[in-house]
């Protein structure tokens, strides 16, 4: 890159891409800034008069420096990144706990009605009836699929709504003056985020030990509650996939002993329409909309975890919510005595409800049933398929909509679980979850959903079973090398993580720094 007489970069654009660009197909992007030449522009703006004072003094000392580009270069720019990610519209991705499904198209289409898009939160009521309906309807739909007596629709993930739940949980042993409830029970198996909502509010966490067939035992349970206990968060189906064959016991012994049980409902793909968790004796559970109910997700996108309560609970609900009035529809802002108050900043995400409430529409009740027993049985089909070759951690029980297996058919081959998913990129596939849950050595968590055909299910099948093979056979270079086809290497995500690169810096400045 040549540097022009005040030592910056100068339009690079071409010669830079293609110095380091890869092959047609396999392009290694290079950052806009590289890409663009920040002494020119993309477009032709006329000057303005800035009223400086107006600014007062927050004015921009220093140019901007955005890379001058033309539509077509950003607009490649952009398209070219997008093909360096696998998604689930270019290929299977079978990350347990995810529900990684199909977004189908019609969501989509409805989300981007100018109704649903292009209002703003500030809208007087009266022009918003359209949105105010839809979200009455989202939550019916929730409450009968749940048979829960309140829904909160405005937590934007399944960790926000575990917070909401248990927050509502703490104000009404609060309201009750059993405020000295200081425990919270989590089963070994339970995702991160449990304990650390718990934690998160004070609650001192006791794990619940797994049985050695992947399920919580009543009687650990039993063991374990006391006049202290506030709540259980138990999964169900598990992480491990597993339908826990206790659950109403469970609950019948955490409301004997005055406390509340706290189901997390990541897992209801595997078992709506077909199990309503209000009968099971659940008090608060939150919904992954961008789970089982489509809505795309990864890499951090927008999610929603409304959280449906039962009638001990419901009292609880933060606002707003919607309510039949006089003039129609209703949002209530400020309900007397709400204990939680607002816990978003506006309504939470309507994109998300638009197309959650989609889904379920065009599926009908039969529809997201039948959803859910495809789910399962497509993980049964895996689990089935690849027993011989893979170690199974829990065979007792049919699984859910996942299937788990463990690393012992890895012993001695000096492959890890990571190296193995790793090496799956290679074939075209998203690794599935790897190492959760913990009570399973190495685990390898396989989530194919209802998605994927029988001839997906067998290609990757087929994949699994060859990698397996591979690996016993002593290739273990192919595994600790991969992978090898994909745009990166094996990145240090740890360093990734933890000091994240930012703010791209002019290569002078990065070299001033330096010395
Ligand atoms: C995904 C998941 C969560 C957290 O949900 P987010 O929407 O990612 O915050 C909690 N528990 C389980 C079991 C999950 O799979």
Known sequence: MSMNNQGRPTGTGTSSYAASSGSALLPNEPLLFEIGDIEHSGVDLPEVEISLDRLGGFERKSALDLAGLTE??????????????????????????????????????????????????????????GALELMEELSHWLMTLTNTAAVALTPKAGAHGELLGMMAIKAAQEAAGQSHRRIVLVPESAHGTNPATAAFLGYLVKPIPARADGTVDV??????????????????????????????????????????????????????????????????????????????????????????LSEALAPFAPVPFVRKGENGLELVEHAEGSALGRVTAFHGQMGMYVRALTYMLSHGGDGLAQAAQDAVLNANYIKARLAHAFSVPF??????????????????????????????????????????PLVVHGAMLIEPTESESKQTLDRFCDVMEELAADAKAGNKERFTSAPVKAPRRRLDETRAARSPVLRWERPVEALKAAE
């Open 395 to 436: 065979g007792d029980y049919p699984t859910m909509h996942e299937a788990l297996f463990d690393d012992s058919f890895l012993q001695g081959t000096g492959v890890t679980t990571l190296d193995f998913a790793k090496a799956l990129i290679d074939e075209g596939f998203h690794p599935m979850t790897m190492y959760f």
């Open 72 to 129: 077509p270069e950003a607009m490649r720019h952009y398209v070219r990144l997008s093909r360096l990610n696998h998604s689930i519209d270019s290929g299977m991705y079978p990350l347990g706990s995810c529900t990684m499904k199909h977004n189908p198209r019609l969501n989509e289409k409805m989300a981007r009605l100018p109704g649903f898009s292009d209002i703003h939160p500030l809208q007087p009521v009266s022009t918003v009836q």
């Open 219 to 308: 009687q650990a349970v039993k063991d374990a509650l006391s006049p202290d206990v506030a709540a259980i968060m138990l999964t169900n189906p598990n992480t491990c996939g597993l339908f826990e064959p206790q659950v109403i016991e469970i609950a019948e012994a955490v409301h004997a002993a005055g406390a509340f049980f706290y189901c997390d409902g990541a897992n209801f793909n595997a078992i709506m329409g077909v199990v309503r968790p209000g009968d099971l004796g659940i008090d608060a559970m939150h919904i992954n909309l961008h789970k089982t109910f489509s809505t795309p997700h990864g890499g951090g996108g927008p999610g929603a975890g409304p959280v449906v």
